[in-house]
T-cell receptor, first 115, second 114 residues
Framework: DTGVSQNPRHKITKRGQNVTFRCDPISEHNRLYWYRQTLGQGPEFLTYFQNEAQLEKSRLLSDRFSAERPKGSFSTLEIQRTEQGDSAMYLC?????????????FGPGTRLTVL | AQTVTQSQPEMSVQEAETVTLSCTYDTSESDYYLFWYKQPPSRQMILVIRQEAYKQQNATENRFSVNFQKAAKSFSLKISDSQLGDAAMYFCAYRKAAGNKLTFGGGTRVLVKP
């Protein structure tokens, strides 16, 4: 399967710990996105990369959050000093260079539970 | 800022019947795209159908069709001949033509009764 993959699928952590999630986009997709989805809500945009450059960040992305895409391939999202309010599904999506439709393909998500 | 509203938290439909999901959005842009995504339980989100704002013709994909009313800023999804596999959360989403991020509505849960 060559879809978007995310690891881990589930993460349980204690408040105050740091966590890191990984996203592997579809090969050849130069655009990568992170979204957060809380229970019963639609996904909310966090950040966007084109190749290795982080071009857009939401105000939701506080200074405890950092995302990287060092070689323009996989990406990591780190949350420092986690809080219970960080509990959510973190979705990654990627899209090809096609500028017209820019269809985003989503991964299965990483579900974070902060105790 | 753009907002997307789905006013129906849940819709129930009998198998083989038709159901229509509502979506309204607010934008000052003239060029944009609208999407419907399906999120089955514990499975990843997939694109169902998309509509370009500059096209007057409503998009159709097999049993899925949209009713796009640009002046009213309305974008509803019709699922015809509903199947058990259509049971899922459905999200309406918006993207500026020159933008990158998707703005999603709160979702509508579709239940299909056999």
């Amino acid at each position: 399967d060559t879809g978007v993959s995310q690891n881990p699928r589930h993460k349980i952590t204690k408040r105050g710990q740091n966590v890191t999630f990984r996203c592997d986009p579809i090969s050849e997709h130069n655009r990568l996105y992170w979204y957060r989805q809380t229970l019963g809500q639609g996904p909310e945009f966090l950040t966007y990369f084109q190749n290795e450059a982080q071009l857009e960040k939401s105000r939701l992305l506080s200074d405890r959050f950092s995302a990287e895409r060092p070689k323009g391939s996989f990406s990591t999202l780190e949350i420092q000093r986690t809080e219970q309010g960080d509990s959510a599904m973190y979705l990654c999506a990627s899209s090809p260079p096609d500028r017209i439709y820019n269809e985003q393909f989503f991964g299965p998500g990483t579900r974070l539970t902060v105790l | 800022a753009q907002t997307v509203t789905q006013s129906q938290p849940e819709m129930s439909v009998q198998e083989a019947e038709t159901v229509t999901l509502s979506c309204t959005y607010d934008t000052s842009e003239s060029d944009y795209y609208l999407f419907w995504y399906k999120q089955p339980p514990s499975r990843q989100m997939i694109l169902v159908i998309r509509q370009e704002a500059y096209k007057q013709q409503n998009a159709t994909e097999n049993r899925f069709s949209v009713n796009f009313q640009k002046a009213a800023k309305s974008f509803s999804l019709k699922i015809s001949d509903s199947q058990l596999g259509d049971a899922a959360m459905y999200f309406c989403a918006y993207r500026k033509a020159a933008g990158n991020k998707l703005t999603f509505g709160g979702g509508t849960r579709v239940l299909v009764k056999p």
